[in-house]
């Protein structure tokens, strides 16, 4: 059996991994705290613009130190708010049709993203998708640490869950797919014997046809 | 005596000059080589929207259109998609003048629950501006997008199942077409193959039916798909339609045009070159300088620049089959050119456009598609070439895709082709899997791209061909890697084609000449 792996934001979703984060930020149990911790993430900004140009991976780990100290219960309540609000209304109208369309053909769907995994879940639920791996955060007596358990979701690491997601499902890698729309993905794409551009940046558009890869963009209607 | 379309041609005739894709070339074919020139075009009617209200009026095989509206009733209108003609035809196309004529008339009768479908199968969706050149600016702006739209046969939810022959033939068909109380398909014919059953079987259903005629055995036992009465494919269409039509309330308009695709200045390319006066000689001079230099993209786009100057010569309204007959005369009437006895070795140049590469390159599959495909099958009686004869083309066959529109083509000729030409192992291991590639589905759903079955219908298409071919040597091709693939040999010239083609013994050969385009038929009597 083949599997399709589907890169979410920017490819099946129009958010990135700061909506949901702010989402939580401005939803604190209090206004002062909720000022308390915008605030330090604001500080953290710039940084995290030079990371982002730099390393995907350092980006997550700043961005995700600004969970530090929120409640597990509170995350996991807020998370179906997040997910209404956030996220639902930035899927691309044609990416449940692409996701159906690989369950159709009897892949196994999985959503391979930076996310919290507790966020990706309903993702992968309201698109009709199977699985998701996706990023984890550190909890230590019922708390967040603002650190990511290993392994981080993130760039080429993304290629080596693929891997061994496919290797321990006995997924041949040459019938697999892989969807994403950003060139810092190539190693995931490179990956599969399958691999497509979906809203793809410029420089992956660039790839995809020297490549012959299928390019094609979710964001109309099917 | 000879058909006047029909050259024998003497030791001091000019060279012939053919189509290599958007180049011209000249080929000097040996004394006796007999040059099937396509006929002068027919007269086009003086007067084609009385025609067209004529025809709806006085229909065959049914009540006339005003007697099937009501008010309040559920309208689907089919038109064909931009595969025909080719290239496309001068504005105001002809299916433009019958939707204006027939949506003036469902207005009268106060029928305003009215969808028009373009009827693209499994063919690439047409752009806003290509629907708007071919229904015209005011059908444009008033139904485009939402009651004007291309038909989507992978989504699922809008397409239902009709019925199943006894042969096994599914058909499923889109369901706005089947729910309506009245179909009205308008249909603009281009060849003999066109029409017919034809437009609604393949244009509003799925791959799943497109399957149960688009198939190597199929292809196979055609003879001729220009011919419906020997053509296997045809066969099957019909089986399927008059099904469909007993659970459908179906309207046929069918139009046909004449053959004149060249306007003024470039039509002498349809003519004998002994006979062209001197400036038409200087001319032509001229245009195979100016395509032998020019880079491709600038040769394209003068090409796509020109719409056809077609001109109507028939309309007729009513019951499918009996509107389709009348058609089909008109259509022989242009294009049959009687011709006596088969020859060994066939040349043609194969042209820059067919029907699926409107407005894009005409790659590598497709060339294989009009060698074997189509210029093989314009013949009615018996095949112009002889059973093992030698086709000889001239094209470059460029390793060249349009990765828009043909991405599936691309990998099923680099990837698929070099495990197997044979098609009915292609069809056996790879299509259905193909055909189910979530990634050129989606190209197809939400772009511009063909469906991925499109590209082994493609292969299967030159399948009556490929089975009736010796061998087919191509002139002029720019890799060896290409025709390879395709099962083609190369030569670098038209001299060293026919020396190969005559073989060690040297045999003396019967030769012909498709003289294309504009489209001719061979009418071939042994």
């Known amino acids: ?222 | 005596m000879n058909h006047p379309c029909l050259v024998t041609l003497e030791k001091d005739s000019a060279p012939r000059v053919l189509f290599a894709g958007d180049k011209l070339v000249e080929a000097d074919l040996p004394k006796g080589t007999r040059c099937i020139y396509p006929k002068p075009p027919i007269s086009p009617l003086r007067d084609v929207d009385a025609a067209i209200r004529y025809a709806i009026n006085h229909p065959l095989g049914s009540d006339p259109l005003y007697a099937k509206l009501r008010p309040g009733m559920k309208l689907t209108i089919a038109v064909d998609d931009i595969s025909l003609p080719l290239p496309p035809m001068r504005r105001p196309d002809v299916r433009e003048r019958v939707l204006e004529i027939v949506l003036a008339l469902c207005a009268d009768h106060g029928v305003d629950d009215i969808e028009i479908i373009v009827a693209t199968g499994i063919h690439r969706k047409m752009k806003a501006n290509e629907v708007r050149h071919m229904v015209g600016d005011r059908v444009f702006e008033a139904y485009w997008p939402d009651r004007l739209y291309n038909h989507d046969a992978e989504d699922k939810d809008t397409m239902v199942e009709v019925a199943t022959t006894e042969h096994g033939e599914v058909i499923e068909m889109n369901r706005r077409a089947v729910e309506s109380d009245l179909i009205v398909y308008v249909n603009l014919n281009f060849v003999p193959m066109d029409g017919g059953h034809k437009s609604l079987m393949c244009g509003l259903t799925t791959y799943r039916s497109l399957a149960s005629h688009h198939n190597p055995e199929t292809i196979r036992s055609c003879d001729s798909y220009m011919d419906p009465k020997k053509s296997e494919l045809a066969t099957r269409v019909t089986r399927m339609g008059r099904l469909a039509n007993t659970k459908l309330n179906v309207f046929t308009v069918e139009t046909t045009i004449n053959n004149r695709m060249f306007d003024r200045p470039l039509e002498f390319l349809a003519k004998n070159e002994d006979d062209l006066d001197g400036r038409e000689r200087a001319m032509l001079k001229g245009l195979v300088a100016t395509t032998g230099r020019l880079p491709q993209a600038a040769r394209q786009a003068i090409f796509d620049r020109f719409p056809a100057p077609y001109g109507v010569t028939g309309v007729w309204a009513g019951e499918t089959e009996a509107v389709h007959e009348k058609t089909l005369e008109r259509c022989y009437e242009q294009y049959l050119v009687p011709v006596q006895g088969q020859a060994d070795v066939l040349v043609c140049g194969i042209p820059y456009i067919g029907p699926y590469n409107v407005h894009a390159f005409l790659n590598p599959l497709l060339v294989s598609v009009q060698a074997q495909g189509y210029l093989f099958n314009f013949y009615r009686g018996a095949p112009l070439l002889k059973k093992g004869g030698t086709l000889i083309i001239t094209h470059p066959c460029t390793d060249k895709f349009d990765h828009e529109q043909h991405a599936p083509y691309i990998d099923f000729v680099h990837r698929l082709l070099p495990e197997t030409r044979d098609a009915v192992e292609l069809h056996k291991r790879f299509e259905k899997k193909f055909a189910e590639d979530p990634a050129f589905i989606q190209m197809y759903r939400t772009g511009h791209a063909y469906h991925p079955a499109h590209a082994f219908f493609m292969w299967y298409w030159g399948e009556n061909g490929r089975q009736h071919i010796g061998r087919v040597i191509v002139v002029g091709a720019d890799n060896e890697y290409i025709p390879k693939l395709l099962g083609y040999e190369t030569a670098s010239s038209m001299d060293e084609a026919l020396y190969r083609a005559r073989g060690e013994d040297n045999k003396s050969l019967d030769i012909a000449c498709l003289h294309v385009p504009p489209i001719v038929m061979a009418d071939v009597s042994l």
């Open chain 1, 1 to 222: 059996m083949a599997a399709s792996y589907f890169d979410v934001d920017g490819t099946l979703v129009s958010t990135n991994l700061v909506h949901p984060t702010l989402f939580y930020l401005l939803n604190q149990g209090t206004p002062v705290q909720t000022a308390l911790r915008f605030g330090r993430a604001l500080f953290k900004a710039p940084a995290m613009g030079v990371a982002e140009m730099a390393d995907r991976r350092t980006f997550n780990e700043l961005l995700y130190s600004s969970y530090e100290g929120m409640s597990e219960d509170r995350l996991v309540l807020l998370a179906e708010e997040v997910f209404e609000k956030v996220l639902r209304p930035s899927v691309f109208p044609a990416a449940r049709d692409l996701v159906r369309q690989n369950v159709d053909s009897g892949h196994v769907v999985v959503l391979i993203s930076g996310a919290l995994d507790f966020i990706a879940k309903r993702l992968a639920d309201h698109l009709g998708a199977h699985e998701v791996i996706a990023n984890r955060l550190e909890m230590k007596e019922g708390y967040a640490t603002g650190k990511l358990e290993k392994p981080v979701v993130a760039g080429p690491e993304k290629a080596r869950l693929i891997r061994e997601h496919a290797r321990r499902h006995g997924h041949d890698l040459d019938d697999c797919y892989a969807f994403s729309d950003s060139y810092s993905d190539l190693p995931m794409l490179s990956v599969v014997g399958h691999p497509a551009a979906v809203n793809p940046d410029p420089r992956l558009k660039l790839l995809a046809k020297a490549y012959s890869w299928p390019s094609f963009d979710l964001r109309v209607s099917s």
